[in-house]
Every structure is written in C-alpha cells, then in structure tokens.
C-alpha cells in the first residue's frame, strides 16, 4: 500500500494501525476473560436432573471465537471513530448531541448479539460500547479537532 500513499498519509497511517490492533487484541482480550465466563457459565447452567449442558468442543469454540471477535471490533470504536472525524463525517459536537440514541443503540446491540438472554450479559457487552463511545469523544477532541479537508496539503 505504501507506494500508492502521500507522505502525509504514510504518517497518519502507521499510528492508526498500530492503535488499531493493540485495540483488537485489547478488546479480544477483556472479551475472553471478562466476558467469556460468566457467559459460558450461564449458558452451562441451564440443566435439571433430566437435562444437562454439555456443550461440545465445537461449540465451545464457535462462542469464544464469536466473543473475541465482536469484542475485538468493539474496541475499534475510538480508532474507527477518530479517522471518521479526521475525513470530516463526525466531530464531538455531533457524537455528544446524539449520545443518548448511541448508548440506545448499545444496549439493542448487546440484546441481539449476546449468546445468552440474561440481562447480566448484556449490560457487559453494553457496558464497554458506552464507554468507548465516551473515549471516542475524548480522542476526536484531543486527536482530530481539525478535520484534514481543512488542513493544508503541503504535498
């Protein structure tokens, strides 16, 4: 990608993608050990003399990859969300204006995508999309005040 790159691009580029992925593995991370147990938990609880959860490897496999992988974009929020207010889509004014339906729209998001239909579940899965939406505000506002169509290309 770099030889189809302007220098300026080549320098906003490499923090992004360090960022970005020390984000994932971040977001992988407290998916895997925040939310994986008590989800796994609640799910292996659902069993009587009669009936008992034994889930297969399979399927254990298919939640905590489910879990890494909807945690790790999660985190991508700020990233995502600076280089949105860097092109000019957004900025803080907006974000904070709208902040009531985006932590809606968090906790919808938790209620569909949350493998178990507990509400403990979901507040955790909801929980971290309103606290990235806050870091988001914060990083435009520190990182991306001035979107770069009005800065100028010295290139």
């Known amino acids: 990608m770099a030889p189809g790159l302007y220098q300026h691009e080549k320098r906003v580029l490499l923090p992004f993608s360090i960022l970005s992925a020390f984000c994932f593995i971040g977001g ?3 998916g895997f ?3 994986f147990p008590p989800a796994f938990q609640f799910l292996t609880s659902y069993s009587n003399s009669y009936l008992s959860a034994m889930p297969t490897v399979k399927e254990y496999f298919s939640l905590s990859l489910r879990l890494l992988l ?7 929020m700020p990233v995502f969300m600076v280089l949105l ?10 974000l904070r204006k709208n902040r009531k339906y985006a932590f809606l729209i968090s906790f919808v998001i938790a209620a569909v995508v949350t493998p178990t239909p507990d509400v403990v579940n979901q507040f955790l899965m909801a929980a971290p999309m309103v606290v990235l939406y806050e870091v ?3 990083a435009i506002w520190i990182f991306a005040r001035h979107p770069i169509a009005h800065q100028e290309d010295n290139d």
């Open 136 to 138: 988001s505000i914060i």
């Open 33 to 35: 050990l925040v939310i």
């Open 85 to 94: 207010a860097k092109i000019g889509i957004v900025n803080t004014k907006l």
């Open 70 to 76: 909807a945690f790790g974009f999660i985190f991508e």
């Open 28 to 30: 992988s991370a407290f």
